[in-house]
Nanobody, 121 residues
Framework: VHLVESGGGLVQAGGSLRLSCAAS????????MGWFRQAPGKEREFVAA???????MYADSVKGRFTISRDNANNTVYLQMNSLKPEDTAVYSC????????????????WGQGTQVTVST
């Protein structure tokens, strides 16, 4: 399984970014796809997930600002991030797990290398 994130960068507070994660080596439609983030000196935290059956899950800190979606035809999951805040600065990683969704990083066996998102004031 290979997950490759893209779309990170530097943005001013209030701006937007769209992250992408291209997956290969798995039957994409069978997997829950998630986004996690880790800021310097902090533990990795759940951001959002989209199960194979549809529906979405979000951390309270991003609800209403971030949108996760998936394109099963192109084996890609997206994270649209709007109204970004400096506290959103982190390395964002996508992750994959079979079947049911989850919010704990330990539930996901497959990970991308991460992409840096920096939100300036």
């Amino acid at each position: 399984v290979h997950l490759v994130e893209s779309g990170g960068g530097l943005v001013q507070a209030g701006g937007s970014l769209r992250l992408s994660c291209a997956a290969s080596g798995l039957t994409f439609s069978m997997y829950t796809m998630g986004w996690f983030r880790q800021a310097p000196g902090k533990e990795r935290e759940f951001v959002a997930a989209v199960p194979r059956s549809g529906g979405t899950m979000y951390a309270d800190s991003v609800k209403g600002r971030f949108t996760i979606s998936r394109d099963n035809a192109n084996n890609t999951v997206y994270l649209q991030m709007n109204s970004l805040k400096p506290e959103d600065t982190a390395v964002y990683s996508c992750a994959a797990k079979l079947r049911s969704p989850g919010t704990m990083a330990t539930q996901y066996p497959y990970w991308g290398q991460g992409t840096q998102v920096t939100v300036s004031t």
